[in-house]
């Protein structure tokens, strides 16, 4: 079983950066999408951004692109997302996933393996 471990989060005041960790279990890191999703209060989880196993291809939600950065060390079994300009509106619960093989690496669903979630809260 792969165990992914967030780390990173907090309390931020807009405008300001946080950069989340995502510690993985096991030797084959390097052959799973890895992909962030965040869930606010009342509202459903959504995806965040996501990086193939190449390192070559990321993706981003249009609620974040130009400001967030995925990036991945297969060497350290970990995956990063830097957060820049953070708004009140990222405020939520931040997980990151490993997907065998995301096909529509928007649904939650293509992924096989879950982190418990670290907070990011940002403050107005």
């Known amino acids: 079983q792969v165990q992914l471990v967030e780390s990173g989060g907090g309390l931020v005041q807009a405008g300001g950066s946080l950069r989340l960790s995502c510690a993985a279990s096991?030797?084959?890191?390097?052959?799973?999408?890895m992909g962030w999703f965040r869930q606010a209060p009342g509202k459903e989880r959504e995806f965040v951004a996501v990086?193939?196993?190449?390192?070559?291809?990321?993706y981003y939600a249009d609620s974040v692109k130009g400001r967030f950065t995925i990036s991945r060390d297969n060497a350290k079994n970990t995956v990063y997302l830097q957060m820049n300009s953070l708004k009140p509106e990222d405020t939520a619960v931040y997980y990151c996933?490993?997907?065998?093989?995301?096909?529509?690496?928007?649904?939650?669903?293509?992924?096989?393996?879950w982190g418990r979630g670290t907070q990011v809260t940002v403050s107005s």
């Open positions: 096991g030797r084959t890191f390097s052959s799973y999408d």
């Open positions: 996933a490993a997907a065998t093989y995301a096909s529509a690496i928007y649904y939650s669903d293509q992924y096989d393996y």
């Open positions: 990086i193939r196993w190449s390192g070559g291809n990321t």
